[in-house]
């Protein structure tokens, strides 16, 4: 058998997390990507896969087998058009992570851009707000919108800064008042992103210093657009990234709340696989993100 077609088989089933999925994209039988597989794992004599009826999820030896392939398979296809002079072109497809709130504000008329001058690359996206794992699901890049980053393995390069704005509807602000110093907004109703690093915790600076500050949480969410819907909607005052309040406060929709104390902005950062070769349609998009995105934050 192939050993590099096994490679690739094994490769597709985890990036698509179904051996049905990779069989449909490889044009194969699943019985038949199964067999890949299996072959795989005897010629390594390690379990790669542990699966049941219901689930699948890489062994810790499948996960490192995983970034090998992944690896050699991306320098490989790299080498074959570097040499047959198919690295101008750049085709094929860039599997990318983004925040769903980032993508429907900002995201979507740069990929629609980049399409159009890359007419040859396919862009899969993937959009959560909650992080995934880069490496386990197989993406190319990921964009994470955060104050700082964990360490990892990941290579990290910063896409622009996003401010972050308590905000409430003019209505509800007429009916409970308008914060003058932070301690008021005790008093008020908070909406609360819930996978922010600090979830219902406003840290601010201003002229009297920095102090933290923990309201009563009336809603939860995890999405920022449904989170500046809420607020429009007079539900309480929150905090929002600038790309999603800065229309809605020109609109009239929504009002700044204490305007002269801020939060700590997070930065959009794009991460990728450390230990996996950049192709070259990659690195294109990397550094056309880079480029683009801090204007429009």
Request: some cysteine.
């Amino acid at each position: 058998m192939d050993k590099l077609a096994a490679m690739h088989a094994f490769r597709r089933v985890v990036e698509r997390a179904s051996f049905s999925k990779a069989a449909e994209e490889l044009g194969l039988s699943p019985a038949g990507i199964g067999k890949q597989v299996r072959w795989l794992e005897q010629q390594l004599h390690a379990q790669l896969l542990l699966r049941t009826t219901r689930t699948m999820r890489l062994t810790d030896t499948g996960r490192a087998y995983y970034q090998e392939c992944c690896r050699l398979l991306d320098e490989l296809q790299e080498l074959e058009r570097s040499t047959s002079g198919e690295q101008a072109a750049m085709r094929g497809r860039i599997r990318l992570n983004a925040p769903m709130s980032l993508s429907l504000a900002v995201l979507s008329p740069l990929l629609a851009r980049f399409l159009e001058l890359y007419p040859d690359i396919d862009v899969e996206l993937t959009m959560a707000d909650r992080l995934l794992d880069v490496v386990a699901e197989g993406f190319d890049l990921s964009l994470r919108v955060r104050t700082t980053l964990p360490d990892s393995t990941l290579v990290v390069r910063s896409a622009g800064k996003v401010e972050q704005w308590l905000c409430a509807a003019p209505a509800y602000l007429a009916q409970h008042g308008t914060p003058q110093v932070p301690t008021d907004l005790l008093a008020h109703r908070a909406l609360a992103f819930r996978l922010a690093e600090a979830p219902g915790v406003w840290r601010l600076e201003g002229a009297g210093g920095t102090c933290e500050i923990e309201p009563p949480v009336r809603m939860w969410l995890d999405n920022s657009l449904m989170l500046g819907q809420m607020l429009a909607a007079g539900q309480g005052v929150g905090s929002l990234p600038s790309f999603i309040a800065r229309p809605m406060l020109a609109q009239g929709a929504l009002q700044r709340v204490l305007p002269a104390w801020q939060l700590q902005p997070r930065i959009a950062y794009i991460v990728y696989p450390g230990n996996r070769h950049l192709q070259t349609r990659v690195r294109t998009l990397s550094d056309f993100l880079a480029a683009e995105l801090p204007a429009r934050l």
